[in-house]
């Protein structure tokens, strides 16, 4: 295994251990018991120096300096330091928190492994495969229980046969607009075409949109993209989308998922999914 795999592996533990105590201190915040995990150990197979080591290092003194109580300070904590831990792996993920980290979005990339694209789509939705390069996933269902109700949720996805009946082409900076608007809440009174980082979000979306490369394609379920695959989203507004369905009308867990905007990435090797949820 080579030395970009052991700092691979290494910063994956970290962050998973400090999503799992982050997951923890939320609990007892509420006031609800939860086991506090226990920290892996640092720098197991990490190289001996490098930017993966000294974000390690970082890492690691962030978790030792975290107080455990008062319950509050503890979850917030640990929240900020994961969060900050993901923004400095790379800067694809610190475009993707910039844009995407405080609306209910989905966002996920995987390998492109079938000719018919939908499939590998599919396979994101169901979360079966991991993203290639080991960047962020943006997936607040993951470790929900509504799964057991609806495998993909929030998703429920048509087959691969007539998944793409529900998609328009986009032109790239169509795609750009549709990723930038979804910084947006649904019921949100802050549009982006009035913030003034509007710029910042747009070369937000613009970075993301590059990983998948010069010749990569783009969809989304918007309806009104069909006439027009240059669609100004953000000239729009989120409020102002019409879409094809990609979502359960399951009522799980107390919440109607009522509102979407999804768009799809597609390249040679890579399949993005980036949707933007409304729900109440």
């Given amino acids: 295994m080579c030395t970009a795999d052991h700092d691979r592996i290494a910063l994956d533990l970290l962050d998973a251990h400090l999503e799992d105590l982050w997951r923890a201190a939320v609990e007892l915040q509420r006031g609800n018991r939860a086991v506090v995990p226990r920290a892996p150990r640092e720098l197991a197979d990490a190289a001996a120096d490098g930017a993966a080591t000294a974000l390690l290092r970082w890492g690691y003194g962030q978790l030792d300096g975290i107080p455990r109580a008062p319950a509050e300070v503890f979850a917030r ?11 400095r792996r790379s800067p694809w993920n610190a475009a993707a928190l910039r844009l995407l980290a405080d609306p209910y979005v989905f966002l996920a990339t995987g390998p492109r492994r079938h000719e018919d694209w939908a499939e590998d789509v599919i396979a994101l939705m169901h979360r079966k495969v991991p993203d290639p390069r080991g960047w962020l996933r943006i997936d607040p269902d993951r470790t929900s229980d509504a799964g057991h109700a609806v495998p993909a949720y929030p998703f429920e996805p048509p087959p691969a046969a007539g998944f793409q009946d529900r998609l328009h082409e986009l032109e790239p900076a169509g795609a750009v607009t549709a990723l930038a608007v979804m910084a947006e809440e649904w019921d949100g009174d802050r549009p982006v075409r009035h913030r003034p980082d509007r710029d910042a979000l747009l070369d937000a979306a613009r970075l993301l949109l590059e990983r998948y490369g010069p010749d990569a394609r783009f969809w989304t379920n ?21 879409a094809h369905r990609f979502l359960t009308d399951a009522y799980v867990n107390g919440l109607d998922l009522h509102e979407e905007l999804g768009v799809v990435a597609v390249s040679g090797d890579e399949v993005g999914v980036f949707w933007s949820i409304g729900a109440h």
């Fill in 77 to 87: 904590r640990v929240g900020d330091t994961v969060m900050e831990l993901r923004r």
């Fill in 222 to 242: 918007a309806r009104d993209a069909a006439s027009d695959p240059a669609r100004d989203f953000v000239r729009a507004g989120l409020k102002g989308t019409r």
